[in-house]
């Protein structure tokens, strides 16, 4: 790799670009936007496009059937604010990122922290087997579920019996369901995560951490005071994206309340998603689906607004 | 001798660091490991033999090759089919997603222009929209440009990734130092030579995470094709398991059994998983080469 | 970036998803005004009236039209069998494999875009009672279509009968017998109880001659159901197609639940639903006297694929499911039984009704099933499936037979799910440690909710 020091002429080469000009300001707005062009107009298609219309059929009347746009008023967001399920909804999804968020990103790079202490073939063997099961999806997620979960025919049956935990309808309670979740959710997602934060760690250049042996840290300081403050950018990163895709649980409590399979104490709608998915497929409602959508998506923007601002993630570090 | 294994496993961490960073080791590969096992072990029970032997007991090998023949089996091996579809969606998913993403992610990571936090926001909208809300505005797009049931349905909307875009603008706003991008600019290169020359080929190790990333989210990814593709000649894997499972008595042993159907109990349930799970593991494999040990190296300064 | 840059961007953006949204949506027709369309077919005049705001299916019918039918992989052989007898059909019939689970959410995209529906699907009536509402408007009244005494030849058809109208043929039923462990019962010398009376009496029996044998198991809404449908308890009612009648109260539901207390006081009930394996593994070990199940139950027992009998032979013995003393006969509960629906979309209901008249009457194809048909003049056909087989300890035809006629109008579900709420509504029971009887509130608490999000008008009576 490419030997990166700074020299001298760097620096005044650097006061001739703060003073360039306007029309090359500008011919850098247009090279960015050539660039950027490809995604915008994906992002317009399948993210803000789906989005705007989304807006638009929540004031559309549905029930016919068929969209009646700009007829519902607010009535759509009424039916959404007076349905019975949406506290019970928000509240669980309220407690699940509570538990989720907090621990998922603690273990992770916990794990990632304590694999990097030793860089090397056992390190690399861990990683991959930690990310395996993120692999699992659907079915097999569903078979792990009735026999991790029973506890006569569970490997971890010792584990459960001990705990007090005799039987399947023991284990999967309404109270319990956010930890069950948080338990699958781990499971299936924390490999990948490990992996990019040991990717992260192993970018910290060996001279800082030569630096750091030489002023006499210990691996645990040298984990602490060094390793985690550097990765702080893909912590964030990990924060926003695993907040963002908990707001949006769907499958789990999809597959733990499908009672064709699983036949467990879980509502059928669980999750604010699901309660979206259940107003547009079980009612054909898809404008209340579109309301609550958006309210999902203002709360959670909500949340990401101030993360993004407290840590300045978005600004260009010079 | 003792002091070269003392020097490779205890300096620095201490004998009980050690034993605690073992413990804890130990306790997250078994939690990930064993159910994996036994999914592994399981296509070797039948049905009864779930219940009455220990749950990491093996079965038969016979009971084993008869699972692994009966998925296949299915529809004349439509399994087959999936498999073939999942793979040319994911990679041509991966191939745009690159194409419109790495130059997006650089963009937003180096240069300064208008709208450039606003770039940043709405990818952040776009991954907070809950996806029960797009199913009906994206079918309905899909179906004005008539491409519902088709392989682009599933794979034009895969190549709008946003988490990787995010990533790539992680990666250059903290590993591409601004000494070079600045040293280059102001030798006259236009920001498509920097890109070109300097960033992109200092980002191999973000190209392998950019792959298995986009491999492993849009080779398990089941709402969009299921709800854009009616066709089972055309569905990716997850979305024909599903299908076989819910159309066939697999995971309720006994429920409306009809005479010449395919037995499908829990052994072949465990056969679909593990046909999931065998090619992300090898694509995880493979691009370690990119995301391990020098990956990263000296890109990280603070 | 400047306050104009910002909302010209939003304008632009909100420009494009109208644009979208306009050219994607379909004009919508003429919402109150219904239309009646009169229409002659094959010599039987039928009036169609046509309401709502989809476009009433106008076209002339082409009786050369292909058909999309949607089916599960088990039922391949028969629309095979169809072609083989039909082979000039043969290029006009796609099959497509779906999970039947997703086909009302799939009705309503193909609603808001006006065209893709299937013109036959295979599934249960109650996701027939699902696409039949306003919303879906899928199902095509068959009463113009097949002729009446036909369709009277079908047993349990009510469930296929909405407001009047016929929307789906039943393929085959569920219905509830007792089975019990024919040796176990010889060997502790009982004889096998006709009234819920006399079963809870036996229990009482079991348990002190023999604790730690079962008797059934309630854990799950059907298990739930398989106690309360059977007492005709109204727990979900259709007084009309849009009045759904909710009474725990009513005696019908207090005896059943009272019945369900004093056996799981006595510890002959047990606590998950039928497919549980540790539920499973007690019938293996010989430990389930008997319990109610699904006519097709006994294939997991120890037929070709079941796993539930060590030996399979002449243990499986088959009665007649139980009536309470005070009514004149049994009340039957089912789990599960399909049917077979035409899409009212489709541009060839002749082909379309033809394939699904065929493949619930047809001899050949019924030989041998494992499932009980309905429509009555095979149903002797299935007698050869089971009467010799050595599983069974007593010929079960002619009970399951009677019970095919005993189903209760209970099993026309409404057009929410019940299962998931009733299995809640069981655990619950155990969690908060009531009776079963304290507890019967909390199937009203948790299906108004439901019912009403579905439009029903609920009452108590």
Same mark, same amino acid.
């Given at each position: 790799?490419?030997?990166?020091?700074?020299?001298? #002429?760097?620096?005044?080469?650097?006061?001739?670009?703060?003073?360039?000009?306007?029309?090359?300001r500008?011919?850098?707005?247009? #090279?960015?936007?050539?660039?950027?062009?490809?995604?915008?107009?994906?992002?317009?298609?399948?993210?803000?496009?789906?989005?705007?219309y989304?807006?638009i059929?929540?004031?559309?009347?549905?029930?016919?059937?068929?969209?009646?746009?700009?007829?519902?008023?607010?009535?759509?967001?009424?039916?959404?604010?007076?349905?019975?399920?949406?506290?019970?909804?928000?509240?669980n999804?309220?407690?699940?990122?509570?538990?989720?968020?907090p621990?998922?990103?603690?273990?992770?790079?916990?794990?990632?922290?304590?694999?990097?202490?030793?860089?090397?073939?056992?390190?690399?063997?861990?990683?991959?087997?930690?990310?395996?099961?993120?692999?699992?999806?659907?079915?097999?997620?569903?078979?792990?579920?009735?026999?991790m979960?029973?506890?006569?025919?569970?490997?971890?049956?010792?584990?459960?019996?001990?705990?007090?935990?005799?039987?399947?309808?023991?284990?999967?309670?309404?109270?319990?369901?956010?930890?069950?979740?948080?338990?699958?959710?781990?499971?299936? *997602?924390?490999?990948?995560?490990?992996?990019?934060?040991?990717?992260?760690?192993?970018?910290?250049?060996? #001279?800082?951490?030569?630096?750091?042996?030489?002023?006499?840290?210990?691996?645990?300081?040298?984990?602490?005071?060094?390793?985690?403050?550097?990765?702080?950018?893909?912590?964030?990163?990990?924060?926003?994206?695993?907040?963002?895709?908990?707001?949006?649980?769907?499958?789990?409590?999809?597959?733990? *309340?499908?009672?064709?399979?699983?036949?467990?104490?879980?509502?059928?709608?669980?999750?604010?998603?699901?309660?979206?998915?259940?107003?547009?497929?079980?009612?054909?409602?898809?404008?209340a689906?579109?309301a609550?959508?958006?309210?999902?998506?203002?709360?959670?923007?909500?949340?990401?607004?101030?993360?993004?601002?407290?840590?300045?993630?978005?600004?260009? #570090?010079? | 001798?003792?002091?070269?294994?003392?020097?490779?496993?205890?300096?620095?961490?201490?004998?009980?660091? /050690?034993?605690?960073?073992?413990?804890?080791?130990?306790?997250?590969?078994? @939690?990930?490991?064993?159910?994996?096992?036994?999914?592994?072990?399981?296509?070797?029970?039948?049905?009864?033999?779930?219940?009455?032997?220990?749950?990491?007991?093996?079965?038969?090998?016979?009971? @084993?090759?008869?699972?692994?023949?009966?998925?296949?089996?299915?529809?004349?091996?439509?399994?087959?089919?999936?498999?073939?579809?999942?793979?040319? @969606?994911?990679?041509?998913?991966?191939?745009?997603?690159?194409?419109?993403?790495?130059?997006?992610?650089?963009?937003?990571?180096?240069?300064?222009?208008?709208?450039?936090?606003?770039?940043?926001?709405?990818?952040?909208?776009t991954?907070?929209?809950?996806?029960?809300?797009?199913?009906?505005?994206?079918?309905?797009?899909?179906?004005?440009?008539h491409?519902?049931?088709?392989?682009?349905?599933?794979?034009?909307?895969?190549?709008?990734?946003?988490?990787?875009? @995010?990533?790539?603008?992680?990666?250059?706003?903290?590993?591409?130092?601004?000494?070079?991008?600045?040293?280059?600019?102001?030798?006259?290169?236009?920001?498509?030579?920097?890109?070109?020359?300097?960033?992109?080929?200092?980002?191999?190790?973000?190209?392998?995470?950019?792959?298995?990333?986009?491999?492993?989210?849009?080779?398990?990814?089941?709402?969009?094709?299921?709800?854009?593709?009616?066709?089972?000649?055309?569905?990716?894997?997850?979305?024909?398991?599903q299908?076989v499972?819910?159309?066939?008595?697999?995971?309720?042993?006994?429920?409306?059994?009809?005479?010449?159907?395919?037995?499908?109990?829990?052994?072949?349930?465990?056969?679909?998983?593990?046909?999931?799970?065998?090619?992300?593991?090898?694509?995880?494999?493979? /691009?370690?080469?990119?995301?391990?040990?020098?990956?990263?190296?000296?890109?990280?300064?603070? | 970036?400047?306050?104009?840059?910002?909302?010209?961007?939003?304008?632009?953006?909100?420009?494009?998803?109208?644009?979208?949204?306009?050219?994607?949506?379909?004009?919508?027709?003429?919402?109150?005004?219904?239309?009646?369309?009169?229409?002659?077919v094959?010599?039987?005049?039928?009036?169609?009236?046509?309401?709502?705001?989809?476009?009433?299916?106008a076209?002339?019918?082409?009786?050369?039209?292909?058909?999309?039918?949607?089916?599960d992989?088990?039922?391949?052989?028969? !629309?095979?069998?169809?072609?083989?007898?039909?082979p000039?059909?043969?290029?006009?019939?796609?099959?497509?494999?779906?999970?039947?689970?997703?086909?009302?959410?799939?009705?309503?995209?193909?609603?808001?875009?006006?065209?893709?529906?299937?013109?036959?699907?295979?599934?249960?009536?109650?996701?027939?009672?699902?696409?039949?509402?306003?919303?879906?408007?899928?199902? =095509?009244?068959?009463?113009?279509?097949?002729?009446?005494d036909?369709?009277?030849n079908?047993?349990?058809?009510?469930?296929?009968?909405?407001?009047?109208?016929?929307?789906?043929?039943?393929?085959? =039923?569920?219905?509830?017998?007792?089975?019990?462990?024919?040796?176990?019962?010889?060997?502790?010398?009982?004889?096998?109880?006709?009234?819920?009376?006399?079963?809870?009496?036996l229990?009482?029996?079991?348990?002190?001659?023999?604790?730690?044998?079962?008797?059934?198991?309630?854990?799950?809404?059907?298990?739930?159901?398989?106690?309360?449908?059977?007492?005709?308890?109204?727990?979900?009612?259709?007084?009309d197609?849009?009045?759904?009648?909710?009474?725990?109260?009513?005696?019908?539901?207090?005896?059943?639940?009272?019945?369900?207390?004093?056996?799981?006081?006595?510890?002959?009930?047990?606590?998950?639903?039928?497919?549980?394996?540790?539920?499973?593994?007690?019938?293996?070990?010989?430990?389930?006297?008997?319990?109610?199940?699904?006519?097709?139950?006994?294939?997991?027992?120890?037929?070709?694929k079941?796993?539930?009998?060590?030996?399979?032979?002449?243990?499986?013995?088959?009665?007649?499911?139980?009536?309470?003393?005070?009514?004149?006969?049994?009340?039957?509960?089912?789990?599960?039984?399909?049917?077979?629906?035409?899409?009212?979309?489709t541009?060839?209901?002749?082909?379309?009704?033809?394939? !699904?008249?065929?493949?619930?009457?047809?001899?050949?194809?019924?030989?041998?099933?494992?499932?009980?048909?309905?429509?009555?003049?095979i149903?002797?056909?299935?007698?050869?499936?089971?009467?010799?087989?050595?599983?069974?300890?007593?010929?079960?035809?002619?009970?399951?037979?009677?019970?095919?006629?005993?189903?209760?109008?209970?099993?026309?579900?409404?057009?929410?799910? =019940?299962?998931s709420? =009733?299995?809640?509504?069981?655990?619950?029971?155990?969690?908060?440690?009531?009776?079963?009887?304290?507890?019967?509130?909390?199937i009203?608490?948790?299906?108004?909710?439901?019912?009403?999000?579905?439009?029903?008008?609920?009452?108590?009576?």
């Amino acid at each position: 790799m490419t030997n990166l020091s700074i020299s001298v #002429e760097d620096q005044s080469k650097k006061k001739v670009r703060l003073s360039s000009s306007h029309r090359l300001r500008n011919r850098r707005t247009g #090279e960015a936007y050539s660039f950027l062009l490809p995604y915008i107009l994906f992002m317009l298609a399948f993210g803000l496009g789906p989005g705007i219309y989304a807006l638009i059929i929540s004031f559309a009347d549905y029930s016919s059937g068929l969209p009646r746009y700009f007829k519902a008023g607010i009535k759509n967001y009424l039916t959404v604010f007076k349905d019975s399920r949406l506290g019970f909804t928000f509240a669980n999804i309220g407690k699940f990122l509570l538990i989720s968020v907090p621990v998922g990103i603690a273990l992770v790079v916990l794990l990632a922290l304590l694999l990097h202490m030793r860089p090397g073939k056992v390190a690399s063997t861990l990683r991959t087997l930690f990310f395996i099961p993120g692999a699992a999806v659907g079915p097999a997620v569903v078979l792990l579920v009735i026999f991790m979960l029973t506890p006569q025919v569970s490997p971890f049956g010792f584990l459960l019996n001990s705990l007090g935990l005799t039987s399947f309808n023991a284990i999967i309670t309404p109270s319990s369901l956010a930890f069950i979740f948080l338990i699958m959710g781990f499971f299936s *997602g924390a490999g990948m995560w490990i992996a990019i934060q040991y990717g992260a760690l192993e970018g910290i250049s060996p #001279e800082v951490m030569e630096a750091a042996t030489m002023d006499g840290c210990n691996e645990w300081q040298k984990a602490l005071y060094i390793k985690l403050p550097l990765i702080r950018p893909y912590i964030i990163y990990q924060f926003i994206l695993i907040f963002a895709g908990n707001v949006q649980l769907f499958v789990e409590p999809q597959l733990l *309340g499908n009672q064709t399979y699983i036949h467990a104490n879980v509502p059928l709608v669980w999750s604010p998603n699901q309660l979206a998915y259940s107003f547009a497929f079980d009612l054909g409602n898809f404008g209340a689906a579109a309301a609550l959508a958006l309210i999902m998506l203002a709360i959670g923007l909500g949340a990401s607004y101030l993360m993004v601002r407290w840590t300045g993630f978005f600004k260009i #570090e010079n | 001798m003792v002091t070269r294994w003392f020097n490779k496993n205890v300096r620095d961490i201490g004998i009980l660091g /050690s034993i605690l960073r073992w413990a804890v080791l130990l306790i997250f590969l078994i @939690y990930f490991v064993i159910p994996i096992l036994w999914l592994i072990i399981a296509p070797s029970k039948d049905t009864p033999q779930f219940s009455s032997l220990p749950s990491l007991a093996f079965g038969s090998f016979a009971q @084993y090759i008869t699972a692994w023949k009966n998925v296949f089996s299915y529809q004349n091996g439509e399994v087959f089919l999936w498999f073939r579809n999942s793979f040319f @969606y994911v990679l041509y998913s991966l191939l745009g997603s690159l194409a419109i993403g790495l130059p997006a992610g650089y963009a937003l990571a180096i240069m300064r222009f208008p709208g450039r936090s606003l770039m940043l926001w709405l990818t952040l909208i776009t991954m907070l929209l809950p996806t029960s809300a797009l199913v009906l505005p994206l079918f309905m797009e899909l179906n004005l440009v008539h491409l519902v049931n088709t392989p682009w349905a599933v794979i034009l909307p895969a190549c709008f990734f946003p988490f990787g875009v @995010y990533l790539t603008y992680i990666y250059y706003t903290s590993s591409l130092p601004s000494e070079l991008v600045d040293a280059a600019r102001v030798d006259g290169a236009s920001e498509f030579d920097v890109f070109l020359y300097i960033a992109l080929p200092l980002a191999q190790p973000l190209l392998g995470l950019l792959a298995f990333i986009s491999f492993n989210a849009n080779w398990n990814n089941y709402f969009g094709p299921y709800v854009l593709l009616n066709d089972d000649k055309l569905f990716t894997l997850p979305v024909g398991i599903q299908t076989v499972l819910g159309s066939t008595s697999a995971l309720q042993p006994g429920f409306n059994p009809t005479p010449g159907a395919i037995h499908f109990g829990y052994a072949e349930a465990a056969v679909a998983g593990l046909i999931m799970i065998v090619p992300v593991v090898i694509i995880f494999l493979l /691009s370690q080469r990119y995301v391990v040990s020098g990956a990263f190296t000296g890109s990280v300064k603070g | 970036m400047s306050v104009k840059k910002l909302v010209s961007t939003l304008f632009a953006l909100a420009v494009i998803g109208g644009l979208l949204a306009a050219c994607a949506a379909p004009t919508p027709t003429a919402t109150a005004a219904p239309v009646v369309v009169t229409q002659i077919v094959a010599g039987t005049p039928q009036v169609e009236v046509v309401t709502a705001t989809q476009a009433p299916t106008a076209n002339p019918y082409n009786d050369n039209a292909p058909i999309t039918v949607w089916i599960d992989q088990p039922r391949q052989p028969a !629309i095979d069998a169809f072609i083989k007898a039909n082979p000039q059909d043969a290029s006009l019939i796609k099959t497509v494999i779906v999970d039947r689970e997703q086909f009302p959410a799939k009705v309503l995209l193909f609603n808001n875009t006006n065209q893709g529906w299937p013109d036959v699907v295979f599934a249960e009536p109650r996701l027939v009672a699902r696409v039949a509402d306003a919303a879906h408007n899928f199902p =095509l009244d068959l009463t113009g279509w097949v002729p009446a005494d036909t369709i009277a030849n079908y047993s349990a058809e009510a469930n296929c009968t909405f407001d009047g109208k016929v929307y789906c043929l039943r393929n085959d =039923l569920a219905q509830f017998v007792t089975y019990y462990n024919a040796p176990l019962m010889t060997q502790f010398g009982y004889t096998v109880p006709t009234t819920w009376e006399d079963y809870q009496a036996l229990s009482d029996k079991l348990a002190k001659d023999h604790p730690g044998y079962y008797m059934g198991t309630f854990g799950d809404g059907w298990s739930v159901l398989s106690f309360f449908e059977a007492s005709n308890c109204p727990t979900h009612q259709l007084v009309d197609a849009s009045t759904l009648n909710i009474n725990v109260a009513d005696p019908k539901c207090t005896r059943a639940a009272s019945l369900v207390d004093h056996m799981i006081a006595n510890k002959t009930l047990y606590n998950t639903d039928f497919f549980n394996t540790q539920f499973d593994a007690l019938i293996s070990a010989n430990k389930v006297l008997m319990f109610e199940g699904p006519a097709w139950m006994w294939g997991s027992f120890g037929g070709a694929k079941g796993d539930w009998f060590t030996t399979a032979t002449h243990q499986l013995g088959v009665a007649a499911p139980f009536k309470w003393a005070a009514d004149p006969a049994p009340v039957v509960a089912a789990m599960g039984g399909a049917a077979w629906t035409v899409s009212r979309h489709t541009v060839n209901p002749k082909l379309a009704v033809a394939l !699904i008249t065929f493949v619930t009457e047809d001899k050949t194809l019924w030989t041998g099933s494992e499932n009980f048909p309905s429509y009555k003049p095979i149903q002797s056909l299935w007698q050869q499936a089971v009467s010799s087989n050595p599983l069974f300890a007593n010929d079960p035809f002619p009970i399951m037979q009677a019970a095919a006629d005993e189903i209760s109008p209970l099993d026309n579900w409404p057009r929410f799910d =019940l299962i998931s709420p =009733l299995t809640q509504f069981a655990q619950d029971t155990y969690q908060k440690k009531l009776t079963v009887t304290a507890n019967l509130s909390e199937i009203t608490t948790l299906f108004t909710p439901l019912a009403q999000a579905e439009g029903y008008n609920v009452v108590s009576k």
